[in-house]
């Protein structure tokens, strides 16, 4: 997969959007977040360019999942090619996710695909109470779950744990790759 840019213009929509409906100023997300004002201020004028960590941090303040802020609205019949698949990078982590399919407000669940390569793990922060996450393994092996209850997994293994807790992905292969179903409950 061609890695792609940051969809920075739907993202500045979202956050204003999903800021305005929780009725909290830039500077209160800001703080909720973790982030400086100027940083939220980049991002809601499309010049940022936020990581996944970024994004996780504001979709929490905000009480929304990942996926509202960086997914676009879908038409009624959707395909998503391997090649156009927008990659969102973690800082500090060889890790990239891809959003294939936002839930709607009925269904809150989101799918991405995961590549991880060896190396520094992602250490991800807990997500918005309730989340779940289930994992199916593609190719390669990976150790996945919340601290103290890590399981390795390998191609066509399945783990399902909760979301909004710290929790831990780490790839054991190079090559390894994953498709995440994202439950918000």
């Known amino acids: ?60 303040a905000l009480g929304v999942p990942f996926s509202r802020l960086v997914e676009p ?17 973690a800082d500090q982590a060889d890790f990239a996710a891809s959003l294939l399919a936002a839930g709607s407000t009925h269904a809150r669940r989101d799918l991405y695909v995961l590549e991880l390569e060896p190396g520094q793990p992602r250490e991800a922060e807990a997500h918005i109470p309730g989340s779940v996450e289930h994992v199916v393994v593609a190719a390669g092996r990976l150790s996945a779950g919340p601290a103290g209850e890590l399981v390795e997994l390998g191609a066509g293994d399945y783990v ?20 995440l179903l994202m439950e918000h409950r």
Not at 73 to 89: E, F, K, S
Not at 162 to 175: F, K, T
């Open 1 to 60: 997969m061609a890695p792609n840019d940051a969809p920075t213009a739907t993202i500045a929509a979202a956050l204003r959007r999903e800021r305005e409906r929780a009725g909290i100023s830039l500077a209160e997300l800001a703080r909720r977040a973790g982030l400086a004002k100027s940083t939220l201020s980049q991002l809601e004028n499309g010049s940022g360019n936020p990581s996944i960590e970024t994004l996780w941090s504001l979709g929490v």
């Open 73 to 89: 609205p879908a038409p009624t019949v959707r395909v998503v090619r391997a090649g156009d698949q927008v990659r969102l990078r």
């Open 160 to 179: 399902a744990f909760p979301g909004d807790v710290p929790h831990h992905y780490e790839a054991l292969e190079p090559g390894t790759w994953a498709v």
